[in-house]
């Protein structure tokens, strides 16, 4: 044996001596793993460990197997798109988990052996190596920095015994919906026979070690070129624009305001990527001051999903740093990968820290920049562009009327960071200006030029919400807000938060993340559910709207189908919807949005999510929509 550490974590990396596949695993077994794992655009995943929770570094053939046919695929697909030159550059890293090394080893070791360049970072956060890809794959040709893709290990949010891969070329993000399709054909083609596994047993023992200790022994070299590039992207963001000098204006601006509110943020890490990121150095250099909590890589403290009682502690340190430090006003927890983080915010009107809902960070955020947007447009002088919002189908429908009041369109798409990615994209080429877009459901902000989610963006956005006050004569973001929808007199400059907060039109909205969103259906033919939740919802829709009726008076219905990029009117064909999302929409009589049901099988985990959304802020009627909807959604099942 002649394992290799990690220099800064003392992490065992791998052992380039070793062989993978000294045991192959039989056809059956290989199938009955690769059966299990759930594909789609949002990554491949599954329970690498021998349960949820399991946390041993060492994994059985069957799931060695399934990680080296996914390098093959991905590294077949890269050469096949690399013209002549320069072999093909893979960046390389992975979270947290304790089965992460022993993926990117078998992984490794079959890039090698396809002819494929590696750039080994070990541990770092989804967003981090998807700027350092970014950043190093817009290098010359020739540039020995220049990379071609990256393939980043990990199961996002997911329990700390699942794991997986995302794969993405140069352009910040993941691959997109029809890419991750053909890939997942061509893992599935020929997938766990006996020969495939022979095969790939002896690609994975043809690198030699001497090859796979230097790519080992490069792991420090690499996460200092990543969080680099990951650091100039962020302040790119951050300040809205490729040049410096526009950046260094926006950045000072915002860190005199967070210094003259002496800031405090709680950062409780949970032992993610990020423990390893720029968080608390760029936070700090905004005038911020950063309290770490569970910062060192595996140091789980409770669950990965950054929800309900896992945001506690943050909550807890949150209201300790207070009690001697009133500027403490936000913290955060990420998941896993740190793609991902849940915003806790100390509440001036209830006097304690409290945890934002998913879709409330999300609104916070698109207010934050569609305001921000119009203040610089009016600062500049600039004339009014075409401005877009793209949301995935199951956010509520709050920032409908908060894009309305800037001016702007929102688009919707299928659940699916892929899809919102390409939809924005698709939308500046056709001359749209889309700074904000994301997942309300899951508070996933993307804020453009990123093309993945990012806690720290999530952060600037509130900051400037909450700090920036009128400039040369044009109103902060929050007096725009105010402004614009006709509230300005109820302005005050000490406004904080809470004031933001309760300015926000009002709905009850169910959490995705909720026991009650997510049912366990037998069936697995999405569209004859759908088709059977159609006939149980048109038998109970006149007792359900008639119990609506008192206070949105008479209803009428519209169903629709999100899939992939596009929306979809159905009208009565429930079916059509297949396993894209299913939308039943809500109007009054003034046609005016009153709710909405929705429904769709995860993409990561096994369960159908449903969820409703109603404004008004009456939680009764969110519970009354959710209620009938689950019942329809589980009849349907129930007779297939």
Known sequence: MSMMFHPSTNLAIGDPYSQPFAVKPSPQSARAFFDSLILSASGWRGVFGASDEDTSEALGPDRLYAAARMADVFAARL????????????????????????????MQRVFLAKGLGVRYAYMLAA???????????????????????????????????????????????????EEAALLIKRLSDG?????????????????????????????SLNKRKALSDYTLFTREVAGASAHLDEQERALDELAAAARAHELGIVAEMNGSARSLSLDADFLTGLGARVRLINARPRDFAHRIVPEGESLDQCKAELTSARRGDPGYLFGYVPDCDGDRGNIVAWDEHEGKARALEAQESFALAVLAELAELERRRLLSGRSAERVAVVANDATSMRIDYIAKAFGATVFRVETGEANVVGLARALRERGWTVRILG??????????????RDPINTLIALLKLVFLRDKDGVPGPYRLWLRNTGREAAYADDFCLADVITSLPPFATTSVFEERAALKVGCRDHTALKLGYGKEFLRGWPKLSAALAPDFGRLS????????????????????????????????????????????????????????????????????????????????????
Request: proline share 6%.
């Open 79 to 106: 050469l096949e798109r690399t013209d002549a030159g320069p072999k093909p550059m893979v960046a390389l890293g992975l979270d947290t988990r304790h089965s992460g090394p022993a993926i990117a080893d078998v």
């Open 127 to 177: 967003p981090e190596i998807m700027a350092w890809a970014r950043r190093s794959g817009g290098l010359p040709l020739e540039h020995p920095d220049r990379l071609s893709a990256f393939c980043y290990i990990s199961a996002s949010h997911n329990p700390v015994g699942h794991n997986g891969v995302k794969f993405g070329y140069t352009d910040g993000g993941v691959i997109p919906g």
């Open 439 to 452: 997942e309300g459901s899951n508070g996933g902000v993307i804020t453009h030029p990123a093309a993945v």
């Open 191 to 219: 997938a766990c026979a006996a020969e495939d596994i022979e095969r790939l047993a002896a690609l994975t023992a043809s690198v030699a070690p001497n090859e796979l200790a230097a790519a080992f022994a490069s792991c």
């Open 557 to 640: 219905w519209s169903a629709s189908a999100s899939l992939g990029m596009e929306e979809r009117e159905l009208g009565q064909d429930f079916g059509a919807a297949g396993a894209g999302g299913l939308k039943i929409s809500l109007r009054d009589e003034k046609n005016d949005p009153v709710a909405f049901l929705w429904m769709r099988g995860s993409g990561t985990e096994p369960v159908f999510r449903v969820m409703a959304d109603v404004r008004g802020g009456d939680k009764r009627h969110e519970e009354l929509l959710l209620s009938a909807h689950s019942a329809w959604v589980r009849a349907a099942d129930l007779a297939q």
